[in-house]
């Protein structure tokens, strides 16, 4: 059974691009030859690494995405371990990965967002008033209330000073 897989390798950054070229070529033919298909290869370019790895600082990252059986995997991996060019690689199985996006996606997709909902008018309650043709004009200025306290509730409302 085929399954989707991403291949990350890193390469010396003392090979030569053609070089770096026919080992990719290499590889492809590999996987092609075990029944295997290459879906894409991205050459990343040259990048520094975050540690050193066999005394380099820097490398040249190629990605491989293809879809192959397990055991075309294994060997894969073991020509990648054995090859001098190589520094470090990577594989990593897509199939379960997209499978549970996909999962999340439906999630989320199922909910409904209450931002996109549209806003349902409330009603307005009419008045009578506001039915009647004549209206009563509203005074231009508006009073304020005038408000008469007491004087004992004055005085207790006076902030006491302290002699010292």
């Known amino acids: 059974m085929n399954r989707t897989y991403e291949i990350m390798f890193i390469v010396r950054p003392d090979v030569e691009e053609a070089d770096l070229d026919k080992l990719i070529e290499g590889f492809s033919a590999n996987i092609t030859s075990g029944g295997g298909e290459v879906k ?64 999340v996606k439906a999630l989320r997709d199922s909910k409904v967002k209450r931002s996109a909902q549209p806003i349902a008018p409330q009603p307005v309650a009419i008045s009578a008033a506001a039915e009647t043709p004549a209206v009563a004009e509203a005074p231009a200025v508006a009073e304020a209330p005038t408000v008469i306290a007491e004087p004992e509730a004055v005085a207790a409302a006076e902030p006491v000073s302290a002699a010292v």
């Open 40 to 103: 894409s290869v991205e050459k990343m370019g040259r990048r520094r690494l975050a540690y050193t790895v066999r005394k380099f600082n820097d490398g040249f990252y190629v990605l491989l995405n293809i879809a192959a059986a397990g055991s075309l995997i294994g060997e894969i991996e073991r020509r990648l371990r054995v090859s001098e060019p190589v520094i470090k690689f990577i594989t990593v199985r897509m199939d379960e990965e997209e499978k549970r996006l996909a999962k």
